[in-house]
């Protein structure tokens, strides 16, 4: 009972220290805020100002883009050959498919049986501690 009331203080002061930080770390986030006006409220219709319409004395033209203009028909016989050999390759390319030939016997012996009795019986020659 005698350590009831200096363990009460400690509690209370933990707590008053947590709470005094979260009301400094919520100011930081106001000001961080940009500060928003609050909206006006609304005005009465005999009160309100007629707005006056204004409009523009000028149009902004929109640009038009460009049309794009093909490429010339005059290709030489030799960039053209050269095109088409090269997506003749690219297709070739994309059909040839390489499929690994799976063994499953081999598979079969490559497992290895694995001990943990064994294993830790190892790890602890290993690891031995040294006094």
């Given at each position: ?35 928003v ?46 095109r ?48």
């Amino acid at each position: 009972m005698e350590n009831f009331l200096p363990a009460l203080l400690i509690i209370g002061g933990v707590i008053y220290k947590i709470y005094s930080e979260y009301q400094k770390e919520q100011e930081k986030a106001r000001r961080r805020m940009p500060q928003v006006p609050q909206p006006p409220l609304p005005i009465p219709s005999e009160q309100r100002p007629q707005r006056t319409v204004i409009e523009p004395t000028m149009s902004i033209p929109i640009p038009v883009p460009p049309k794009k203009t093909e490429r010339s028909p005059n290709i030489s016989e030799e960039v053209r050959k050269m095109r088409e050999k090269r997506s003749a390759d690219a297709n070739s390319i994309k059909k040839v498919v390489v499929k690994p030939v799976v063994n499953i016997e081999s598979e079969k012996e490559d497992i290895i049986s694995f001990d943990l009795r064994e294993a830790v019986i190892q790890s602890a020659i290993l690891n031995r501690p040294y006094q």
